[in-house]
Structure formats: structure tokens, C-alpha cells
């Protein structure tokens, strides 16, 4: 399947149509910014769209509280726009979407983003808060809604980036034990046999 499968018009305003099915649903576009537009906090070539209905808003509102996710994805269409999701994890430990923002931007729009949010649920007060391996996201959080009381990173970018990292070791041997080890530390749960085990592991490869 191609990019252009997901195509409902061939003069390109297949976001225009599915906005205007999407209001008359009863459903709620925070923000749509067509490019040529103008407006106050965006270059007349910017694109932003963020999608945030009233199923997404009882779900932030309700599991918020506990863990909050947030990554972005590109490289979604030929206009390599990116994609920034609020996740929440539900009642059965499933991932589901609270909010979703599509836009060229790759900068300063994350606060924007979450100030949007913050307007329908007011202030979330969240336990955990997970992203991928910066503080652009958590920075932005915790400026516009509140501390969380913990910071995970994302497994996915963790693992990710020892991959890359794990290269500069040039013995294929070694580096296949220190990635063994790196997973059995990650997974590791007590804190005290977690430090007992990362000082080990410091010693035989100092």
C-alpha cells in the first residue's frame, strides 16, 4: 500500500472533506491551519492540524492521572509532515490516542499543542510521564500543565540507542555480552539488586 491510497481527492483537499465530516458528527477540531492561511502564530507555508474530540478528552481526563505518553513520528507523507500523540494507557492496559497533532513545525509547537489540551481538561496531574530519549516533550508538559512525579523514557528509543551506541564497540563478542546485560539491567525491578548488578557490570568492563 502506497501513500497515495489514503488519497480521497485527486486535487489534494482530502483534509478539507474529512474536516467537514468530522464537524458534522458533533466531534471538535481544535486547530486546522491549511498552508497559504494566515494566522498570529503561524508562517502562512505552515500546516497544523490537531485532532482532539470528546471521546479523547473523557479519556485524558480519566487516565491521565496515571501515565501520560508522548512521541512523534515522521515521514508520514510526501509532505514529511510529523505526527505528535498524547497516549494514555486505559483500563486494560492498552495504549489509546488523547490527542494527536499533525504539522510541518518541528519546533515550538509542543507547549502550543498541550495548551490546547489543557483548555478542554484543565490541569493534568500525572503520575508518570513517558517520552522518547530528550526533554523537548517534558519540558513543555510541565510548563503548561504540572510536575509529573516520574519520567520514564520510551523502551523502544532506549534500546534504540544502545544499538547505535553499542557499534563503537568493534569485538562482536563483547558487544553481544554488554547488550545481554544492558536488557537484564533494564528489566531488572529491586533497586538493590538493580545497583548490586550495575556495579558488576561496572567492574568487568572498567
Given amino acids: ?51 482532539f474530540n470528546h471521546s479523547q478528552e473523557y479519556m485524558l481526563k480519566t487516565f491521565g492521572k496515571n501515565t501520560v505518553c508522548v512521541d512523534s513520528t515522521h515521514g508520514l507523507n510526501g509532505y514529511d509532515f510529523e505526527l505528535t500523540t498524547v497516549m494514555i494507557i486505559d483500563e486494560f492496559g492498552e495504549g489509546f490516542p488523547g490527542a494527536c497533532m499533525f504539522t510541518n513545525r518541528k519546533d515550538t509547537l509542543h507547549e502550543f499543542f498541550f495548551e490546547q489540551i489543557q483548555l478542554k481538561t484543565g490541569i493534568i496531574f ?30 523502544w528509543h532506549i534500546d534504540h540507542a544502545w544499538r547505535a551506541n553499542l557499534n563503537k564497540i568493534s569485538n562482536s563478542e563483547k558487544r553481544g555480552i554488554v ?13 538493590t539488586d538493580f545497583l548490586k548488578e550495575l556495579k558488576e557490570f561496572r567492574e568487568i568492563f572498567r
Wanted: aromatic share 12%.
Fill in 179 to 191: 547488550y545481554k546485560i544492558l536488557k537484564a539491567l533494564v528489566s531488572e525491578l529491586c533497586e
Fill in 1 to 51: 500500500m502506497s501513500k497515495n491510497d489514503g488519497v480521497r481527492h485527486r486535487n489534494d483537499v482530502s483534509v478539507e472533506l474529512w474536516i467537514e465530516e468530522y464537524k458534522q458528527v458533533g466531534n471538535s477540531t481544535l486547530i486546522y491551519k491549511k498552508q497559504g492561511d494566515d494566522h498570529v502564530l503561524f508562517e502562512k507555508n505552515d500546516f497544523c492540524l490537531i485532532v
Fill in 126 to 155: 500525572t503520575n508518570t510521564f513517558m517520552s522518547d530519549i530528550t526533554s523537548v516533550f517534558y519540558n513543555a508538559w510541565e510548563k503548561v500543565m504540572a510536575p509529573a512525579k516520574n519520567q520514564l523514557f520510551c523502551s
